[in-house]
């Protein structure tokens, strides 16, 4: 009897033992020499392309104007940024829920600001960007008040201390994709709510990200040699060929300066035409969905 | 009687009986009879056809042989008269066959049986023709027997009247004078005829016969006129009148020539006082000597056990002494080491093991210098001698599921102690639960041994007549520990009558049957006084001082001359080395030959494993069916409950292994038998089992779950774990009396564990009591569980295959990052937070000395903490110097600059005009001393440069991470995730990184506590001895060093393990205990 167990348990952990195969063998480090392919972005630079980025609170003010029903559809769920592994995923993600915290904010969904500020969290926690992301105080203006400008004002700010952080701590890298990933969640929202509902503003701020892109890409450009940026780069490249058809002219014109009240406002003369065909319109907006869609499914 | 010996037996009878005329009706009726009084009636007719049929063939034969005769003619006179005088030598040839059978098949004591029985077949009718002789004759060269035996036996049959026998063999009983040289006697009272018994030395027999016409019994069936009966050991013979004959005093007289050793056994003044006050016994005072059997009686709570516990030196008496042979039992214990045997009433067998076994194992223990086989026939003989040779390989087995009966588990325990035959030997309650015969057997072999000298305290309760005639004294204990009577057993009748005033007081026995009764003794001795309506009231006639007066008044002490030879002692116990090869055998073969226990521990520990492993093994993915190991959220929980398994299955498997031997060790104490061998070879036996538990546990369990490469250390670590319990099991099964209260007691050993284990509560949020802020709490750290749980946990962690590629860059990153994010905004806040409190101060706002005690702390802790990270930066570097350079670690370029300032180039002395913040500004850090514009902005300025400082560092390492897994995922794209996913795990990663802590750093006195990823963070080293440190702390400080934390564990268990060792080995827990419950139950 005593003999027959040992028999059995024999067998088994022999079976249980065996299994092992080559996919767990350990990859060195590089040649310790070799020398680190460091990248470093003018800080000028990309603080002038994040000037140039539509503001959220205009992208707000028109979507809000347009009257476009929510859809948490639209958004990166939350349950995907979980799933993401990687800093290259991780930085790009941090972006592109920050843009979609603008878009809960049109619509004033508490809970789910708050389930996005928690994933917006999590990230920061993973690349230690932590310390800019005031969560608490996020939090509190999310299920508190009704101004939600202040909520805005705030995680703008930490996007830029975040994103300056990163830059601080030579991880350039995850800096370009953070702001890739406000910035094509943003594009990515527009396209979506102009799909539901036509609007010329909305399609001229889709169309008119032609030089935007170009500057995107000379900063993205000069990460090739990193792991994934690559094929990223090139879907964006293709997308920047899109844009060749889309004509920008710029038309000077005389500032004008209007007094309501204490307030002096001044309405830049400067305007800009964008000549497109709704063929460029379309083709353009499915890529950029075809983009993002292909970057979160990672 | 065997079939084989009645088979030759009824061939023998045969051809003896047709010599002469053939068989005479007489003859016929012997063998009837004979047959009848060793076998049943069915029985009887199938030998006595067995015997008619051999009687048949005999006659045809004759017939035959005439009818041949008669053919041939010549010679007739001289031919008959051959047939008539002589046997015929064909018979001689035959017999010659069935005895060379025989010789084969019987052994030389069925032999001389077989031969008497011949004799006595003959000696029937006394038809003692010479032919019939002469066939037993040579039946019994053919036997081999020497003639003066068959001389003896012969003259023994054949001779009726005593006074012709007269031979060192022969005893003779009867009533009239004993004038014989050479034989033995014994004297009875009136008896007609005589009881003559020879012993025949080469079988160690002897036979019986009575001559006379009275009514004799041998065990308790009629011995008849002339009939030969063996007289076996344990057989009684009662006479019409007198004292019964036991096998023993036959044996006595036979001996009585026997040089044995003198004992005199002296007790003075003998008292013992309990430590509640009570008293055991008083006023002790007898004398013995050598071959006595002394019986000790008395009621229920009279002291019987206190009295022979201290009579046999296991309790020391509170006054007086005793002394064998003059040397003090009490106080000179190691003279008269072996002297003494003890059996008690308990059973000290081993239930797996054999009667064999049982006692081979004891008897090897005692003697160390006898040979493998001289200790087998000793064992043997021992088995034989006490008739439990048959059942040698039975099991004992337990009382309540019987293999062998009650009398003969008795017998054997009394073998246990009879086999190093002790010269006093201490036996409590032999008879207790035994059949009345069972019983006689039981004490008359105790009473043969004080035929050899042996000097036996029996405690007996109620015994039978017979049994209380055995005793040669008897001593009589009542209420309170007064020795009431000790003397003659049946003296103790009269005296007790006497003193009662009963009629007839002056005989001891009755006239007519010869029976005793001791119940009588008690009857008197507590008898009550009757109240005026016939109602026994409580209060006693006599009381115990009266008794004990009664006795000393009347009853004639006697003297014993003190001996002063050393005492013998046949005590030879083996080495320290050889009783643990001893007890390990024994304890293992128990073990094994107990199916029930084995497949049930080997069957146990895999089964938890796989139910554990399987009712965990999750899929976080609703969608996927791939079980990945970093999504499943329970590894941490099976860690834990691993833990548990382990200490629960070490715990219950060793919590009653001492309980159960503890009768057994009583008594192997009395051998001064080690303790440490025993409790040696028992922990070697269970650790041994717990390592194979532990293996299985694991294979089952980490198979499951997908816990790869780290079956050895799961293993270790559970098998660490299962020792611990099994020595806490140890202490507990050594330390309490009942099965239960140790199975009660488990939940209070464990749930200590369960909760302090470190997986079930925060050790930061514990009771204030008992917490530490910065240290897993003392309370704690002597619990197993944590010590267990968190070597998994930071093994798993640390050094599976995916985090250990990256584990020196998390740590130095993970420490950069604290530093400058958590640690450096802290002290400048305490610098600011001074100064807000200096403004209230010139603002007169609020108390000011409460503000200036506030500012105090503000300043300790910047004076505390500074000093420290002025160190922890020199720290640092030299670790990334080591890395840098490779020195004994993997090499990684760490590169670190901040103000085009190259930190690992750098000289010590421009780090330390750089980097370090200088004594005079620490020193400034004061009440008195302090100034904001002269010290506090400096300080600012300085604790700014630690930052750039530290984010350098971040920076240097984060960035040779990601170099690190970019080029792995070059190379093998997903290896990232791939490892991550099969090698670690999530959850267990958030643990270890108390990710779920809302405080990151916390504030307590004049320090900052870092509460952030303490798997990352280095222990404390401030104390020299170290040990303790933070929960999940990578490495443990140790005099100076520092260890790795599995290990370190792993050998802090053992070390607890063997610091258990301790109260267990002078069993501690038991006295322990003990001392509670006299203080508690203490009377007045």
Redesign the interface.
Known sequence: MVKKIFFLLSIIAIFSSCGGDDSSDVIDGPDTNDKINRVEIDPEKINALIEMFPSPIEMAATIEDLKVPYSKKNLVPTETAGDFDANFEKALGLGMLSADLGYLNVYKRKNAIVEYLTSIKRLADALDVDQFFDFQTLKRLATNSTDMQKLMYLSVTSYHDMDAHLRETRRSDLSALMITGVWLEGQYLAAKVNQFKSDKKTEEIIVGQKDILKELLEVLDMFNEKARFDGMNKQFHELATLYDSVKIEIIDGEDEIIKEGDITLLIPGEHTTIEYTQEDLNKISNKIIQIRNNLISL | MSEQILKALMQLFAIIAKQDEGVVEQEEKFVKTFLESQLSKSQVSEYMDLFINHIEKEEKKKQRAKKKREAKQGDKEVRRGAEEGQVNVLDSVRVMGICRKINKTLSHKQKVIVLARLFELVNAEKKLTEQRMEIISVVSDAFHLTTAEYKEIENFVIKDDYRDLDSEFILTIHDREHLQLKAQHINSESLHGSVIILHLKSAELFFLKYTGKQDVFLNSTTAYNNRIYLFAPGSVLKLPKGKPIHYSDVVATFMKDLKISNLSFKVTNLQYKFKTGDIGIRGINFSVSHGKLVGIMGASGSGKTTMVNTLSGITTPSEGSVKINGIDLHHDKDKIEGVIGYIPQDDLLIEELTVFQNLYYNAKLCFKNKKEDELVKLVHKTLKDLGLYEKKDLKVGNPMNKTISGGQRKRLNIALELIREPSILFVDEPTSGLSSRDSENVMELLSELTLKGKLIFVVIHQPSSDIYKMFDRMLILDTGGYMVYYGNPVDAVIHFKTIDNQINSEVGECSICGNVTPELIFDIIEAEVVDEYGQYTDKRKISSVEWEKHYQDKVAKEEVEEINDEPPADLNIPGWFNQFKIFLTRDLLSK?SN?QY??LN??EA?LLGFILAFLIRYIADPTSSTYVFFDNENIPPYIFMSIVVALFLGLTVSAEEIFRDRKILKREKFLHLSRSSYLTAKIMILTSLSAIQA??FV??GN?ILGI??M?FEYWIVLFSTFVFANFMGLNISSAFNSAVTIYILIPLLMIPQMALGGAMFSFNKLNRLIGSVDKVPIIADVMVSRWAYEALMVEQFKEN?FEK?YYIYNQI?STA?FKQ?KLIPKLSESIESFEILQDEINDKVGNKDSIIEIQKMELALLRNEISKENKEIFKIIKTLKKYKK?QGVK???F?VYYNNFDVLKADNATLKDSLVIPENLINSLNIKDYDIENHGYILLDKLEIWKKFY?AI???A???K???????????PN??????N??HNEHLDDIVRN?YEKNKILRFKDKLIRQEEPIYLEPDATNFIGIRAHFYSPNKYFMGKFYGTFWFNVLFIWAMSLLLYIPLYYDHLRKLIDFFGNISFKKK
């Open positions: 094994i199916t084995i497949v080997l069957l895999p293996i299985l294979l089952i198979s790869q490469g079956y295959k590629q990153k990052n994010d490779g090499q990684i370029p590169d984010l971040y920076s240097s984060n960035e040779l990601e170099e690190l897994i970019g080029f792995q995922d070059k190379r093998k290896y990232y995730v791939q490892f991550r099969k090698f990710i």
